[in-house]
DNA sequence: AGGGAATATACCTCAATGGGTATATAATGC
DNA sequence: GCATTATATACCCATTGAGGTATATTCCCT
């Protein structure tokens, strides 16, 4: 049987790279080996906590040519929306974390590849 | 090392059992038989979940006699304080914590023993 | 002191999980 | 079609956690 939506969630962020996962994506949608390179683990690691995210609901994907782009669910259910705020409490000042957004503004203003625009607007294809 | 702080929480948090004692012991402080009876679970299980939100500061306990009597800190971080307004939001309309509180309610009306007071005010001693 | 109640802990077992290596799959560019 | 890049998955291994049984501990009462 399925457990609670709540506990889903928190299954997903005690884990400390899903944690930096999902407070990444919610400042912008990120392809995996972006989301590697920031996070500096492994490509298999990253992309295992991805599924585990992914199985779960916590995030979406979608196909931008090779790359596969990672977004926090547009509706998002109550239960995530609280923690979202809670991330943003609890977290904004951790060195961690703090380094994490700093690595991601880099990566989006030197965005040379054509990977996870900031808006799915452009229909890359 | 020891993990981020809310990471803490979610660990305590992401097992429906410790969940259920955390709500619970929101409303009132417990002693070990009262949540085994209301949870409905083994001595050895509950006084298992109950070490591990202990060792993880989530809960405190006070000897009452022969009684050890749970409740959440009275100082309460940050952290765990965003996860107790989202249990209010998130939960009270879901069966098992409803069923939860209505049984801790007959609890505290017929508490016979001298278990559990709703203050510590009383020092049984 | 001795018995009983309440609680904690030591093991044991099983399932889940996190990380790694090797490999499969899918899209791109030539 | 083929090599390359990006990503996912299949195993393997070590750790953790949850549940159970048996036992230790602590306190109360007589």
Redesign the pocket.
């Known amino acids: 049987m399925k457990p609670l939506p709540l506990i889903e969630v928190y299954?997903c962020l005690c884990?400390e790279?899903r944690l930096r996962i999902v407070h990444l994506l919610e400042r912008s949608p990120l392809?995996?080996?972006h989301l590697?390179d920031i996070l500096g683990?492994?490509?298999?690691?990253v992309?295992?906590?991805?599924?585990?995210l992914r199985q779960r609901d916590l995030v979406q994907?979608e196909?931008q040519?090779?790359?596969?782009v990672y977004s926090l669910p547009a509706s998002r259910p109550r239960e995530l929306d609280w923690q979202l705020r809670c991330l943003q409490d609890c977290l904004s000042t951790h060195p961690i974390f703090r380094t994490d957004l700093r690595k991601l503004k880099a990566r989006l203003a030197g965005c040379c590849?054509p990977?996870s625009p900031q808006k799915f607007s452009a229909k890359g294809k």
Chains 1, 2 share one sequence.
Do not use: E, I
């Not at 683990?41 to 690691?45: E, H, I, N």
């Not at 992309?47 to 585990?52: D, G, N, P, R, V």
């Not at 040519?65 to 596969?68: I, P």
């Open positions: 299954n884990d790279t392809c995996v080996c590697q683990l492994s490509q298999v690691a992309s295992k906590h991805l599924a585990y994907v196909r040519g090779q790359w596969m590849p990977a």
